[in-house]
C-alpha cells in the first residue's frame, strides 16, 4: 500500500526516484502558489491603466501586458509597467483566470481566461481608438 493513497495526479507517481526527483519543483510550485494567494490581494498601482494617456507617434499601439499562472497584473508588471511608461508606452493590464477564495489568478478555465483577455483587448481598442495592440506575456510558474 501507498504512503500516499489514492495516488493524486501530478503529486505522486508509480516511480518513486521521480516522486524524490519532482519534489524540489513541486514544493517550488505550491510555494509560488502560497505567495500568490498573499500578493493578489495587494494591486500595486491599482486602477492606473493608460486609459486617458494619447498615443504617441513613436508608439501608437497600446501595450497589454498579460501575468502568467499564479500572477496579478500588479505584482507580476511591478517593474516592467513604469519602465515601459518611461519610454512613452501606454500600458494596460487584466486580472484573468480568478480561481479560488481567496482569489489567485492565473488558473481559471483557459477558455474562459481566453475570453476575458480578448474582452479585454477589444475594451482597449474601443477606449484607445487603437487598430492593435502589442501584447506581452511573462509567468514565473513551470
Known amino acids: 500500500m501507498s504512503f500516499l493513497n489514492p495516488r493524486i495526479p501530478g503529486v505522486n507517481s508509480e516511480d518513486v526516484t521521480t516522486d524524490l526527483t519532482e519534489s524540489p519543483h513541486r514544493l517550488a510550485g505550491l510555494g509560488q502558489a502560497g505567495t500568490a494567494q498573499i500578493l493578489a490581494t495587494v494591486d500595486v ?14 508608439h501608437p ?24 511608461r518611461q519610454h512613452g508606452h501606454r500600458v494596460f493590464r487584466l486580472d ?4 479560488g477564495n481567496p482569489v489567485i489568478f492565473g488558473l481559471g478555465d483557459i477558455k474562459h481566461s481566453a475570453r476575458q483577455l480578448a474582452d479585454f483587448v477589444d475594451e482597449v481598442l474601443r477606449r484607445t481608438g487603437a487598430q492593435q495592440v502589442d501584447v506581452v506575456g511573462f509567468s514565473r510558474a513551470a
Do not use: I, K, M
Open 96 to 99: 484573468y483566470g480568478q480561481h
Open 45 to 58: 498601482r491599482a486602477g492606473e491603466e493608460d486609459w486617458n494617456v494619447p498615443a504617441s507617434e513613436e
Open 61 to 84: 499601439r497600446p501595450v497589454v501586458l498579460v501575468h502568467g499562472t499564479f500572477g496579478n497584473r500588479g505584482y507580476t508588471w511591478t517593474s516592467a509597467t513604469p519602465l515601459l
